[in-house]
């Protein structure tokens, strides 16, 4: 089985492309653009009408989301455990952090970079910014005090939702105001240890110090 993931650069689709090389799996790039300028293609937007990606194929069947893409794939080679299994207690854990990742984090960050979709003006879009960058740490602060003093997201075992939150900390951006992840001492002793990992100094180069 060969995999195409929809990919560009600083995006949720090189999180994706961690889990790929955890597990192993051939895949292609199908390079793709997310400049607000450059319009989506009809390719694209025929697999996901929102123009987002990661979009992955799978066997001719694409999926989009990217926590509901890791936990696919990392369902597919359980053997490889980078999730805790359906009936493993720790697999509600797993699908929290992905869930709240995707619905909340992401959001937030949606909200700095793309503050003209939150608002029907310009006039407010400073507005959303700011907000944005409150709820930004808001909510690192919320996974910081969930992580205390373990070693990964879901106590001794490294799982995706590390990636995840390593993925997540490279949005964060001093050019838009955003808290260091050194704020963070919890997320980014974990930033660092996966940005150790070989699949993500293949995929984001060299990775933090
Ligand atoms: N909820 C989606 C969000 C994906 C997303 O925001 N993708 C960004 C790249 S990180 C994108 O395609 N942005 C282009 C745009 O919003 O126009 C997911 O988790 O896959």
Redesign the pocket.
């Known amino acids: 089985m060969t995999y195409s993931l929809y990919y ?1 650069e600083k ?2 689709a090189m999180g994706v492309r961690v889990v790929l090389e955890e597990l192993n799996q051939p895949y292609t790039l199908i390079p793709t653009s ?1 400049d ?1 300028d450059t319009p989506r293609t009809p390719e694209l937007l025929a697999l996901n009408p929102n ?4 979009v992955l194929i799978s066997n001719g069947s694409p999926i ?4 509901a893409i890791t936990t696919w794939l990392c369902d597919r080679y359980p053997d490889i455990r980078l999730a805790p299994g359906v009936v493993d207690p720790e697999r509600g854990r797993f699908l929290q952090w992905l869930f709240f990742f ?1 619905s909340s984090l ?1 959001n937030a960050y ?1 909200m700095s970079y ?1 503050s003209d979709r939150f608002c029907d003006t310009s006039d407010h879009e400073a507005s959303v910014k700011r907000r944005s960058i409150n709820r930004l740490r808001e909510l690192w602060q919320v996974v910081d005090d969930a992580i205390g003093d373990s070693d990964w997201m879901l106590g001794e075992d490294f799982s995706a939702a590390d990636i995840h939150l390593f993925m997540l900390t490279t949005w964060l951006s001093p050019a838009h105001d955003h808290p260091l992840v050194e704020e963070f001492a919890n997320v980014h002793r974990i930033a660092i240890a996966v940005s150790k990992r070989p699949s993500v100094r293949l995929v984001y180069g060299t990775g933090p110090a």
Do not use: D, L
């Open positions: 560009a995006s949720a997310i607000t123009g987002w990606i990661p989009y989301e990217c926590g995707s992401q949606q793309y």
